[in-house]
């Protein structure tokens, strides 16, 4: 049976740790904040930007959420954004995805100041990822990292397959684990043989957004398994691993929920209080 990669506890160890450094920005006087922009009224993203309230409370850095209507324009998304690129008592800018169709994507990403954007989505800190310089890693993937490293599964050297390319997910944790010496491998929708790659994965991340769609055959016994994938099925959410399944094949597994989402929220708490740190040194 696998060793189940808990986020739960993981956060928390981390959460406690990050409150320490939280406390000692705050008897500085230095401004420790996240602002979440939310423009719209998708519920998934109603969800996430409750959860990051919570965590940002549970810290004790200010939080400020917000809420824009719908009909929001580009030019009355980037003011707001400068507001915030302004504000000292922000230390990180988030503006929660996805923005509705008129809005251009890259363009609001774009108007942050890369050392507010705690979300690691501005180009210039997407950048620095890909060519090894230090910046601000994106919440998913360098939880997913975090996760591996906690509980001691070996990197250097060994075969790791991401299913999944997307800039938020895919691509940056492939640049991760290639930075840490895996041989990586990058699958996608056009892929042939998937399973051929994946049976060869000492490390295998799951980011597809399909429920259930990594299955025991797919993996090589004693495997590292992380599932990234939140999909919801009949009201529960379900990842994109069949976790029932896999976890007597795996060596290492994490569970949804309860796993990568926790530690990306706990990252995203992470990236706020190092902005802080780095603006006050
Ligand atoms: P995405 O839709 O942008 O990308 C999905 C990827 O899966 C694509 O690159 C596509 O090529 C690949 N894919 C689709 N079908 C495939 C197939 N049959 N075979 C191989 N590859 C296939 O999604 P994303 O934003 O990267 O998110 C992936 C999943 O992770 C989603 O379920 C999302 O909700 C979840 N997610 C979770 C967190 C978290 O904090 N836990 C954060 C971000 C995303």
Known sequence: ??????????????????????????EKGAGVGLAVILVGDDPASQVYVRNKGKACEELGILSETLRMPRETTQDELEAAIDRYNRDERVSGILVQLPLPRHLDEKRALAR??????VDGFHIANAGKLFTGQEGVVACTPKGILYMLKACGVPLSGREAVVIGRSNIVGKPIAMLLLNENCTVTICHSRTADLAAHTRRADILIAAVGKPRFVTADMVKPGAAVVDVGINRVDGKVVGDVDFENVEKVAGYISPVPGGVGKMTICMLMENTVEAAERKGQ
């Open 1 to 26: 049976m696998a060793i189940l990669m808990d986020g739960k506890i993981l956060a928390a160890e981390k959460m406690a740790a990050l409150k320490t450094r939280v406390d000692a920005l705050k």
């Open 112 to 117: 942050i100041l890369p050392q507010k954007d």
